[in-house]
């Protein structure tokens, strides 16, 4: 099965690329540095021409609010645009345990714009909703020892429960 992971050169989507190859799969690594822009559109159709499943774990490259909100929608727009015209059967997005929840912040609030839109498409899809630590822990790791002690005896929240949106 020929995958498509826009994002396939980063930090999640080289490690997702290699386990579908594993697995048998086609796996194509879409990204800027493979000419595959899903901001502009560049190497889209071509990228996606026969894959069955679009997997999108690209992030923004800036966190002001409006800029996060303009990437994920453009980008998300594009992927689904680009996605129904090569005959894409299944989009796969990854998001982040607690969006709903978290909507102050501009990055949220530009994931759940990202996760509404793929909602509304035609094409089938998966929500994935992970919980953000990789990229924390080294900032966690070289904490002074007091301040990890407290951070460590924080009580689990029902604001963070896992959660996957259903398959449809």
Not at 35 to 50: C, D, R
Request: net charge positive; with cysteine; glycine share 8%.
């Amino acid at each position: 099965m020929k995958i498509v992971v826009i994002g396939g050169s980063g930090l999640i989507g080289s490690k997702v690329v290699s386990k579908l190859r594993e697995q048998g799969h086609e796996a194509v690594a879409a990204s800027p540095k493979s000419g595959v822009n899903s901001i502009t559109g560049e190497g889209l159709a071509e990228a996606l021409k026969g894959a069955s499943v679009v997997v999108d774990v690209t992030n923004s490259p800036s966190w002001e609010d409006a800029a996060v909100m303009t990437f994920f929608e453009t980008s998300t727009r594009n992927l689904l645009a680009y996605g129904a015209a090569a005959g894409v059967k299944h989009h796969v997005a990854l998001s982040v345990v607690g969006t709903e929840r978290l909507l102050a912040s501009g990055f949220f609030r530009a994931k759940m714009a990202q996760e509404n839109l793929i909602k509304a498409s035609s094409i089938p899809y998966t929500i994935i909703r992970a919980t953000q630590f990789f990229e924390f822990v080294k900032g966690i790791a070289d904490f002074p020892r007091k301040a990890t002690k407290y951070a460590c005896q924080l009580r689990s929240s029902s604001l963070w429960r896992p959660t996957m949106s259903p398959v449809r």
